[in-house]
T-cell receptor
């Protein structure tokens, strides 16, 4: 069953290293979203995938951030040359369609700490 | 620019009372609004969606209202319980037909036994 699964749940790495975060959406969900949540802050949109369409990357904060979604299912968010300000919880969500009234189903996130 | 406001101060109430949380928005006319619950260390969980033509929606002890004139949604939990303690987020679709919702920062609710 399953809900949205994210791994790892926690990641600690040194500044300057690259990191990869993984998201397994709910089977059959065509829309997938990545968000970032810093302490006491709201959800910051990063990137959105819908089916085979080109992703909406308008929320990516810099070119160090990229994401892929293979086979319309699993997605990987990559952060290159990490900086301390990248420390946050990275949340993935999926929804059945991209209809704007569809609820989003979230994973429990990856807590990323950059030393 | 589009803005969503939720009270940043935690709401403390006594068990059994009704909790009321507020979501205000500006520069926007959303067709619907969603409410989510987020527990510490967990992702948000969808609770309710209310459309612009619905004044009120209920689900068990939850009630949501949507006033498009005031640009406000109220989220009520009746007969609150300590297990209701969490952060509650409201979300609106981004403007311009975007499929990407915008979330408020959330309000923390603490229900004391």
């Amino acid at each position: 069953g399953a809900g949205v699964s994210q791994s790892p749940s926690n990641k600690v790495t040194e500044k300057g290293k690259d990191v990869e975060l993984r998201c397994d959406p709910i089977s059959g969900h065509t829309a997938l979203y990545w968000y970032r949540q810093s302490l006491g802050q709201g959800l910051e949109f990063l990137i959105y995938f819908q089916g085979n369409s080109a992703p909406d990357k308008s929320g990516l904060p810099s070119d160090r951030f990229s994401a892929e979604r293979t086979g319309g299912s699993v997605s990987t968010l990559t952060i290159q040359r990490t900086q301390q300000e990248d420390s946050a919880v990275y949340l993935c969500a999926s929804s059945f369609t991209n209809s704007p009234n569809q609820p989003q189903h979230f994973g429990d996130g990856t807590r990323l700490s950059i030393l | 620019s589009q803005k969503i406001e939720q009270n940043s101060e935690a709401l403390n109430i006594q068990e059994g009372k009704t909790a009321t949380l507020t979501c205000n928005y500006t520069n926007y006319s959303p067709a619907y609004l969603q409410w989510y619950r987020q527990d510490p260390g967990r992702g948000p969980v969808f609770l309710l969606l209310i459309r612009e033509n619905e004044k009120e929606k209920r689900k068990e002890r939850l009630k949501v209202t949507f006033d498009t004139t005031l640009k406000q949604s109220l989220f009520h939990i009746t007969a609150s319980q300590p297990a209701d303690s969490a952060t509650y987020l409201c979300a609106l679709p981004a403007s311009g037909g975007s499929y990407i919702p915008t979330f408020g920062r959330g309000t923390s609710l603490i229900v004391h036994p």
